[in-house]
């Protein structure tokens, strides 16, 4: 059996989970980094997602890559290592469970100037910027989510078409908003 997938409704904490770990990370990574960035869909109002904050740092200069990783499992982030070939390097904190359950977090290491951490931006700011094209993606991953809830490898693969042409049919700053 694979990763399970589940989606939820947006949560309008999520920002705040967001706000608390770049906090932590600016602490941990201090002087590795040149910005700290909330992506995917957890990023982008009432937009449903995964219960997983993605966050990506990218590192000031690749010779800080190496630390930057040592410093993120000596802080109890779970290495994932680098499934992609892009030099982005994820990490993991499961969602915890207490009176009320908080999203986990997916932290990604990213070098400098990587094309994963533009094109994830971007799409983020594309999201944001239209509505309608937020909600075809919200119907996608839903029909996704239950033709592969036991396989998020599958999940995310399926995701692709859709992103890649929301990517390439819209031009969207890389700027943070």
Same mark, same amino acid.
């Given at each position: 059996? /694979?990763?399970?997938?589940?989606?939820?409704?947006?949560?309008?904490?999520?920002?705040?989970?967001? &706000?608390?770990?770049? @906090?932590?990370?600016?602490?941990?990574?201090?002087?590795?980094?040149?910005?700290?960035? @909330?992506?995917?869909?957890?990023?982008? @109002?009432?937009? &449903?997602?995964?219960?997983?904050?993605?966050?990506?740092?990218?590192?000031?200069?690749?010779?800080?890559?190496?630390? &930057?990783?040592?410093?993120?499992?000596?802080? /109890?982030?779970?290495?994932? +290592?680098?499934?992609?070939? =892009? /030099?982005?390097?994820?990490?993991?904190? +499961?969602?915890?469970?207490?009176? =009320?359950?908080?999203?986990?977090?997916?932290?990604?290491?990213?070098?400098?100037?990587?094309?994963?951490? @533009?094109?994830?931006?971007?799409?983020?700011?594309?999201?944001?910027?239209?509505?309608?094209?937020?909600?075809?993606?919200?119907?996608?991953?839903?029909?996704?989510?239950?033709?592969?809830?036991?396989? +998020?490898?599958?999940?995310?693969?399926?995701?692709? =078409?859709?992103?890649?042409?929301?990517?390439? &049919?819209?031009?969207?700053?890389?700027?943070?908003?």
């Amino acid at each position: 059996m /694979g990763t399970l997938v589940k989606i939820v409704p947006y949560d309008s904490g999520w920002p705040s989970v967001y &706000s608390a770990a770049q @906090h932590r990370l600016e602490i941990i990574l201090k002087g590795m980094f040149d910005n700290i960035e @909330h992506v995917g869909s957890t990023a982008v @109002h009432n937009l &449903s997602a995964k219960p997983y904050v993605d966050i990506d740092v990218v590192v000031k200069h690749l010779d800080f890559m190496q630390d &930057s990783r040592a410093r993120m499992e000596a802080a /109890g982030f779970e290495p994932r +290592g680098s499934r992609h070939g =892009d /030099g982005v390097f994820a990490f993991m904190v +499961g969602a915890v469970t207490a009176p =009320d359950p908080l999203p986990g977090l997916r932290v990604y290491l990213c070098p400098p100037d990587s094309a994963t951490h @533009h094109d994830r931006v971007r799409f983020r700011n594309i999201l944001r910027q239209n509505p309608a094209l937020a909600n075809d993606y919200a119907t996608l991953k839903m029909t996704l989510a239950k033709q592969y809830e036991d396989n +998020g490898d599958a999940y995310t693969a399926a995701k692709s =078409d859709f992103i890649r042409k929301a990517l390439h &049919s819209t031009t969207s700053p890389v700027s943070a908003q």
